[in-house]
């Protein structure tokens, strides 16, 4: 073992010591179930030294090049390409198809003793981790940032002594919790807000001693929770693996008194907003500030394009009243089972109607948990905090407006089809682009400003298919470069030959998107 994987597995240990009262073995024993359900880095070889190279996606087609981040060399100079020949995208890409390698094992800021991960800021101690920032003590974690000590979990904001958790916020202590919020000592739960102490609990805010949703003492509580608790330390220890949350519940029957009951109660109102104007008129507007045409004929007739490359959002139904759901494939929200869906208004009712008798609370365990759940696990996909005005087909949003088709929807607005636009507007098609403005198709990127086909870039404007830029302006097809004005393939040109090139290009590509209604070049597949 390595020195970073020893000091994980020493905190994994202690993790595990809290959690479940007691040691249950070294961290690599359960790898294989740390990793389930994250978001999945990759690994490749470099084409330059043939080492491993990470990945925090897989999104690149076959035949690409993969170089790691340590291996670029950013003062290279490539030979100028006779653009006086290129009439088309197709002329230009083979004469700069050696510069086009995707980066990983991407390490920034003050970072130490990180292995096998990527898209990593400012972290100390990662291990198969990847899109972490401001982190220490994590491993086989994804998407997340002000973590400590969390291990398997996809999701984590400002939460520590996690494991196998999604969607945290200030969490602590925790196993199997999701959608979690300002939580600690809560285990295998959904939604819960302002917990501590709670086990099996779903939708509830500000309880502590609760099993199923039953309220206990403080006694009743702690003599259950150690029996439970040590129950699933030795099915973890023989089997390596415990069964998730969602995984105990699919097998469950549904207690229909209970649904006649919740039914009873409902208030709940659809949340309507359907003016999707705005947010056309945005996407005009974007387009020909981009291409120099508006690519008229209506936003979802680009819907299929734009969501290349994106998580999607799926529709379902509530069980209590049959209205609409949004689920969005943001932090395993897709493995919540499809028949106990609710929507965020019906929520409160689980936790008032919803409760397992006494005598189920004590036969309670992670061998009786599928029998006994049915009568209580039932799943909001969706949340809205703060201010929201016509947010559209948005399982989740925070302080937006007009917005359509998107997940983890914060601080943004005239945003579509994508996930995490945080503090961004004028976007379309994006994949954790934050704090930018009129971009379209961009990925894993920050500050951008009208930019196209983007990813892993920062500090950039006016550029299109670009990879792991940095302070670029005006650059097209540039991968590994910084501080780079009228590039081309990272060369740089007198700005009348690069913009003659560009409106070329541009061109093209709005001729193309006019008639298909879709683009087949991309910045994941431009380098084969």
């Given at each position: 073992?390595?020195?970073?994987?020893?000091?994980?597995?020493?905190?994994?240990?202690?993790?595990?010591?809290?959690?479940?009262?007691?040691?249950?073995?070294?961290?690599?024993?359960?790898?294989?179930?740390?990793?389930?359900?994250?978001?999945?880095?990759?690994?490749?070889?470099?084409?330059?030294?043939?080492?491993?190279?990470?990945?925090?996606?897989?999104?690149?087609?076959?035949?690409?090049?993969?170089?790691?981040?340590?291996?670029?060399?950013?003062?290279?100079?490539?030979?100028?390409?006779?653009?006086?020949k290129?009439?088309?995208?197709?002329?230009?890409?083979?004469?700069?198809?050696?510069?086009?390698?995707?980066?990983?094992?991407?390490?920034?800021?003050?970072?130490?003793?990180?292995?096998?991960?990527?898209?990593?800021?400012?972290?100390?101690?990662?291990?198969?981790?990847?899109?972490?920032?401001?982190?220490?003590?994590?491993?086989?974690?994804?998407?997340?940032?002000?973590?400590?000590?969390?291990?398997?979990?996809?999701?984590?904001?400002?939460?520590?002594?996690?494991?196998?958790?999604?969607?945290?916020?200030?969490?602590?202590?925790?196993?199997?919790?999701?959608?979690?919020?300002?939580?600690?000592?809560?285990?295998?739960?959904?939604?819960?807000?302002?917990?501590q102490?709670?086990?099996?609990?779903?939708?509830?805010?500000?309880?502590?001693?609760?099993?199923?949703?039953?309220?206990?003492?403080?006694?009743?509580?702690?003599?259950?929770?150690?029996?439970?608790?040590?129950?699933?330390?030795?099915?973890?220890?023989?089997?390596?693996?415990?069964?998730?949350?969602?995984?105990?519940?699919?097998?469950?029957?549904?207690?229909?008194?209970?649904?006649?009951?919740?039914?009873?109660?409902?208030?709940?109102?659809?949340?309507?907003?359907?003016?999707?104007?705005?947010?056309?008129?945005?996407?005009?507007?974007?387009?020909?500030?981009?291409?120099?045409?508006?690519?008229?004929?209506?936003?979802?007739?680009?819907r299929?394009?734009?969501?290349?490359?994106?998580?999607?959002?799926?529709?379902?139904?509530?069980?209590?009243?049959?209205?609409d759901?949004?689920?969005?494939?943001?932090?395993?929200?897709?493995?919540?089972?499809?028949?106990?869906?609710i929507?965020?208004?019906?929520?409160?009712?689980?936790?008032?109607?919803?409760?397992?008798?006494?005598?189920?609370?004590?036969?309670l365990?992670?061998?009786?948990?599928?029998?006994?759940?049915?009568?209580?696990?039932?799943?909001?996909?969706?949340?809205?905090?703060?201010?929201?005005?016509n947010?559209?087909?948005?399982?989740?949003?925070?302080?937006?407006?007009?917005?359509?088709?998107?997940?983890?929807?914060?601080?943004?607005?005239?945003?579509?089809?994508?996930?995490?636009?945080?503090?961004?507007?004028?976007?379309?098609?994006?994949?954790?682009?934050?704090?930018?403005?009129?971009?379209?198709?961009?990925?894993?990127?920050?500050?951008l400003?009208?930019?196209?086909?983007?990813?892993?870039?920062?500090?950039?404007?006016?550029?299109?298919?670009?990879?792991?830029?940095?302070?670029?302006?005006?650059?097209?097809?540039?991968?590994?470069?910084k501080?780079?004005?009228?590039?081309?393939?990272?060369?740089?040109?007198?700005?009348?030959?690069?913009?003659?090139?560009?409106?070329?290009?541009?061109?093209?590509?709005?001729?193309?998107?006019?008639?298909?209604?879709?683009?087949?070049?991309?910045?994941?597949?431009?380098?084969v």
């Amino acid at each position: 073992m390595s020195e970073t994987t020893n000091n994980l597995d020493a905190h994994w240990r202690s993790a595990c010591k809290i959690i479940f009262g007691e040691d249950v073995g070294p961290m690599t024993d359960y790898a294989n179930w740390l990793l389930e359900l994250t978001d999945p880095v990759v690994h490749k070889k470099s084409a330059i030294s043939g080492k491993e190279v990470t990945l925090a996606y897989d999104r690149c087609v076959p035949g690409s090049k993969f170089i790691s981040n340590d291996e670029v060399d950013y003062g290279k100079r490539f030979p100028a390409a006779a653009l006086q020949k290129i009439n088309s995208i197709n002329d230009l890409l083979p004469l700069i198809s050696d510069r086009l390698s995707y980066t990983g094992n991407v390490i920034l800021g003050k970072s130490e003793w990180v292995e096998r991960s990527s898209n990593i800021t400012d972290c100390f101690f990662m291990y198969s981790a990847g899109k972490l920032v401001e982190c220490k003590y994590v491993a086989y974690s994804t998407w997340g940032r002000e973590c400590e000590d969390d291990f398997g979990s996809n999701g984590i904001g400002s939460s520590s002594m996690c494991i196998k958790c999604k969607e945290t916020f200030q969490d602590r202590r925790c196993l199997e919790l999701w959608f979690g919020q300002n939580c600690s000592d809560c285990h295998f739960s959904y939604a819960l807000v302002n917990c501590q102490d709670c086990l099996f609990c779903f939708h509830l805010k500000a309880k502590k001693h609760c099993i199923g949703n039953l309220q206990l003492t403080p006694e009743e509580y702690q003599t259950q929770k150690k029996r439970i608790m040590g129950e699933m330390a030795a099915y973890l220890r023989e089997n390596k693996r415990l069964p998730s949350l969602t995984e105990l519940v699919k097998g469950s029957k549904i207690d229909p008194f209970v649904i006649e009951a919740m039914k009873r109660a409902s208030k709940s109102k659809s949340k309507i907003s359907n003016d999707k104007a705005p947010v056309e008129e945005a996407y005009l507007s974007t387009t020909k500030l981009l291409f120099g045409k508006s690519l008229l004929g209506g936003l979802d007739a680009y819907r299929a394009w734009l969501m290349k490359h994106k998580r999607a959002i799926r529709q379902g139904r509530s069980c209590i009243s049959g209205k609409d759901v949004m689920v969005g494939d943001y932090c395993c929200a897709f493995e919540l089972p499809t028949d106990r869906l609710i929507n965020m208004g019906e929520a409160p009712i689980v936790a008032e109607f919803a409760k397992l008798a006494q005598t189920e609370v004590q036969r309670l365990g992670i061998s009786t948990a599928t029998e006994l759940l049915g009568k209580i696990a039932f799943f909001s996909p969706e949340y809205y905090e703060g201010k929201n005005t016509n947010i559209i087909d948005c399982p989740t949003a925070m302080d937006a407006s007009d917005c359509y088709h998107s997940t983890a929807t914060v601080f943004c607005k005239f945003c579509a089809f994508g996930t995490w636009p945080r503090s961004s507007e004028y976007c379309f098609g994006y994949d954790s682009c934050l704090s930018s403005k009129s971009c379209i198709n961009c990925y894993q990127s920050v500050r951008l400003s009208r930019c196209f086909e983007m990813d892993n870039c920062r500090d950039c404007s006016d550029c299109y298919f670009c990879h792991n830029a940095e302070n670029c302006s005006e650059c097209m097809f540039c991968f590994n470069v910084k501080a780079k004005r009228y590039a081309i393939g990272n060369v740089e040109y007198p700005k009348e030959e690069y913009l003659r090139i560009k409106k070329l290009v541009l061109e093209e590509i709005s001729n193309k998107l006019v008639k298909d209604k879709k683009l087949d070049l991309d910045i994941y597949n431009i380098g084969v």
